[in-house]
């Protein structure tokens, strides 16, 4: 089979855009020429020299001679504005924008169909780590029984520098933002909602479901406190922020992004700095494991790269598992087991939405508590969280397979 020539329009020149415009420059086998470059401000200096920009999407959008629209834009609003129009065209697209895609999951299927074009975004999710085509090629969706990961970056680069060299969190924030890693608005990342929406992505590839970020529960990292980085790193644990989904053999699907200890027989232990990992579990292959660059100029572009070139052989999603309507259902009705840090005086209002309380402790101002919890319960709590508490997942109950299994608290 020949490639396609693609005649690319290019939406974006930061981090990822510049870098695919490099990464393309190497890889001549591949025939495929940036035509146009949209970006935003006027008054920025380029790495190349200004007629290859404009400043007016129609310029892109309304040239019939390009084929294939690649936004790489950190305004999801404006992004779905730019590829609805471009798939309306027939234009084929490849992105990397996670919170639009997940925002309009179902409106960007709709458009594929009805105007018979392909958009592509192993990007979104785990930027280098080639997941998204691997869920929807290669795993049948009654072999999948869980996936469980790291899948964002910036919050694994600053976790591990919290853990590694004892940074703090505003330090190690400012050290993710200067080199590219962390989103323009940090809470993004930091509050677990870039997790969530790859979640979303990787769920309807994984299962076939689609949710809207509304239906996902996320907490973040920027709650975590001294007490729990002290309680993990006495017990030799770290803290990853980990999205999850466990498929129940009822028509179950459970799904959310929670701060997880981890213990060092954990895969996900060694998933360090900006590097994404993702456990795969199957019913009859047990396990796999994909870890890959999460974040980052390059190894984002040879993402998009990958899309482009998967394009010139006019590759396209086609969403077998969401076709097949196998109707699941998203549930809160999980067991947690969690670590629940806490004001001194919420301890026993708090102990009331727990299941089982295993250890319990309060110093002058501030305690602890581990013990199980539904899902639904600890949802409840933390919408009335005011930056007073914080869960850290110690293991899945419900899950009788959970990849991980829990630790033992002394
Ligand atoms: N950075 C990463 O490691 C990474 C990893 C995975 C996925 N992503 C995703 O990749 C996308 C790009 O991220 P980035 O880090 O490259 O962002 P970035 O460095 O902030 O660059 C954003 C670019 O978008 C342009 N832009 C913004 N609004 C625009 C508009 N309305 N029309 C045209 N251009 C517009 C900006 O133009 P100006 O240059 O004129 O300001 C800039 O060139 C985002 O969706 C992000 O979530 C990033």
Same mark, same amino acid.
Request: aromatic share 10%; glycine share 6%.
């Given at each position: 089979?020949?490639?396609?020539?693609?005649?690319?329009?290019?939406?974006?020149?930061?981090?990822?855009?510049?870098?695919?415009?490099?990464?393309?420059?190497?890889?001549?086998?591949?025939?495929?020429?940036?035509?146009?470059?949209?970006?935003?401000?006027?008054?920025?200096?380029?790495?190349?020299?200004?007629?290859?920009?404009?400043?007016?999407?129609?310029?892109?959008?309304?040239?019939?001679?390009?084929?294939?629209?690649?936004?790489?834009?950190?305004?999801?609003?404006?992004?779905?504005?730019?590829?609805?129009?471009?798939?309306?065209?027939?234009?084929?697209?490849?992105?990397?924008?996670?919170?639009?895609?997940?925002?309009?999951?179902?409106?960007?299927?709709?458009?594929?169909?009805?105007?018979?074009?392909?958009?592509?975004?192993?990007?979104?999710?785990?930027?280098?780590?080639?997941?998204?085509?691997?869920?929807?090629?290669?795993?049948?969706?009654?072999?999948?029984?869980?996936?469980?990961?790291?899948?964002?970056?910036?919050?694994?680069?600053?976790?591990?520098?919290?853990?590694?060299?004892?940074?703090?969190?505003?330090?190690?924030?400012?050290?993710?933002?200067?080199?590219?890693?962390?989103?323009?608005?940090?809470?993004?990342?930091?509050?677990?909602?870039?997790?969530?929406?790859?979640?979303?992505?990787?769920?309807?590839?994984?299962?076939?479901?689609?949710?809207?970020?509304?239906?996902?529960?996320?907490?973040?990292?920027?709650?975590?406190?001294?007490?729990?980085?002290?309680?993990?790193?006495?017990?030799? *644990? %770290?803290?990853?922020? &980990?999205?999850? $989904? =466990?498929?129940?053999? +009822?028509?179950?699907?459970?799904?959310?992004? /929670?701060?997880?200890?981890?213990?060092?027989?954990?895969?996900?232990?060694?998933?360090?700095?900006?590097?994404?990992?993702?456990?795969?579990?199957?019913?009859?292959?047990?396990?796999?494991?994909?870890?890959?660059?999460?974040?980052?100029?390059?190894?984002?572009?040879?993402?998009?790269?990958?899309?482009?070139?998967?394009?010139?052989?006019?590759?396209?999603?086609?969403?077998?598992?969401?076709?097949?309507?196998?109707?699941?259902?998203?549930?809160?009705?999980?067991?947690?087991?969690?670590?629940?840090?806490?004001?001194?005086?919420?301890?026993?209002?708090?102990? *009331? %939405?727990?299941?089982? &309380?295993?250890? $319990? =402790?309060?110093?002058? +101002?501030?305690?602890?508590?581990?013990?199980? /919890?539904?899902?639904?319960?600890?949802?409840?709590?933390?919408?009335?969280?005011?930056?007073?508490?914080?869960?850290?997942?110690?293991?899945?109950?419900?899950?009788?397979?959970?990849?991980?299994?829990?630790?033992?608290?002394?």
């Amino acid at each position: 089979m020949s490639r396609k020539n693609l005649n690319i329009g290019l939406f974006g020149f930061g981090v990822v855009g510049l870098g695919l415009y490099e990464v393309l420059q190497k890889t001549p086998a591949l025939k495929a020429n940036i035509t146009n470059i949209c970006v935003k401000d006027k008054n920025k200096d380029r790495a190349i020299s200004a007629d290859n920009f404009t400043f007016d999407k129609d310029d892109i959008l309304n040239d019939p001679n390009i084929n294939v629209v690649v936004e790489l834009i950190d305004d999801a609003d404006a992004a779905f504005e730019i590829v609805s129009a471009a798939l309306k065209k027939g234009k084929a697209v490849v992105s990397a924008n996670k919170k639009m895609v997940a925002e309009h999951f179902t409106e960007l299927l709709q458009l594929q169909k009805e105007y018979n074009v392909p958009l592509l975004y192993e990007a979104a999710a785990c930027a280098s780590m080639p997941i998204i085509r691997n869920l929807e090629e290669y795993y049948d969706n009654d072999l999948l029984e869980s996936i469980e990961g790291i899948v964002n970056g910036s919050t694994n680069y600053i976790l591990t520098k919290t853990f590694a060299e004892n940074l703090s969190y505003e330090q190690a924030l400012k050290q993710a933002q200067d080199l590219g890693f962390a989103e323009s608005n940090p809470i993004l990342d930091t509050g677990g909602f870039d997790a969530k929406y790859k979640l979303l992505i990787l769920l309807a590839h994984a299962f076939g479901y689609i949710a809207k970020p509304e239906d996902l529960f996320n907490i973040g990292i920027n709650n975590i406190g001294d007490l729990e980085l002290k309680y993990a790193k006495e017990k030799g *644990l %770290k803290i990853k922020l &980990v999205a999850q $989904a =466990y498929k129940g053999t +009822d028509g179950t699907l459970s799904a959310f992004v /929670i701060p997880k200890f981890v213990t060092p027989d954990d895969r996900l232990y060694h998933v360090d700095d900006v590097f994404n990992g993702m456990i795969t579990k199957t019913s009859f292959a047990d396990t796999h494991f994909f870890v890959g660059r999460g974040a980052g100029s390059y190894p984002t572009a040879s993402a998009v790269l990958s899309d482009i070139s998967a394009l010139s052989y006019d590759y396209r999603y086609e969403y077998k598992k969401i076709y097949r309507e196998e109707n699941l259902k998203l549930t809160d009705d999980v067991e947690l087991k969690v670590l629940l840090r806490h004001k001194k005086e919420d301890s026993e209002a708090l102990k *009331l %939405k727990f299941n089982t &309380v295993e250890e $319990a =402790y309060t110093n002058h +101002d501030s305690g602890y508590l581990t013990g199980n /919890i539904t899902l639904s319960n600890l949802k409840e709590l933390e919408a009335g969280n005011t930056g007073g508490h914080s869960f850290i997942l110690i293991s899945v109950l419900s899950e009788k397979d959970a990849t991980t299994p829990a630790f033992a608290i002394a």
